[in-house]
């Protein structure tokens, strides 16, 4: 999985866990998801009363999100886990995205070209001074 990126700029992210088949349809899990950082000096995690959990960027480096529970709805245990790799760098001195700034617009009626019979014909106007 590539890593995903995230600037110190940013304070908290909000996610949603979701346990999903091998054909990518939602599943069900047994008991609570675990959601741990391999490092907490760089990326923290909180579980909400909601279910979601909140990540909090507190330095630069590297760390994995580690994500975790039981696949086995009945008494047996089935682990299922699944990395998620980032990187938090930082916000102040390097760039994290782009801003596009429109500078001018041309209407297309304004590009349009007058015809080889317009060019061609004077104008009634111009027909009755000669």
């Known amino acids: ?68 529970g039981d696949a086995d709805l009945g008494d047996g245990v089935k682990p299922v886990s699944q990395d998620f790799s980032f990187e938090v760098y930082d916000g102040a001195s390097e760039a994290d995205h782009f801003d596009l700034a429109l500078s001018q617009i041309v209407r297309k009626d304004e590009l349009e070209q007058p015809t080889a019979e317009a060019i061609e014909q004077p104008a009634e106007e111009d027909t009755a001074a000669i």
């Open 1 to 68: 999985m590539p890593i995903k990126k995230l600037s110190t700029s940013i304070l908290t992210l909000i996610a949603s866990v979701a346990a999903l088949t091998q054909a990518g349809v939602l599943a069900a899990i047994d008991g609570d998801i675990s959601v741990v950082s391999s490092d907490p000096a760089v990326l923290q995690v909180e579980p909400l009363d909601d279910g979601t959990f909140k990540f909090t960027v507190i330095g630069v480096g590297l760390a994995t999100i580690t994500v975790s």
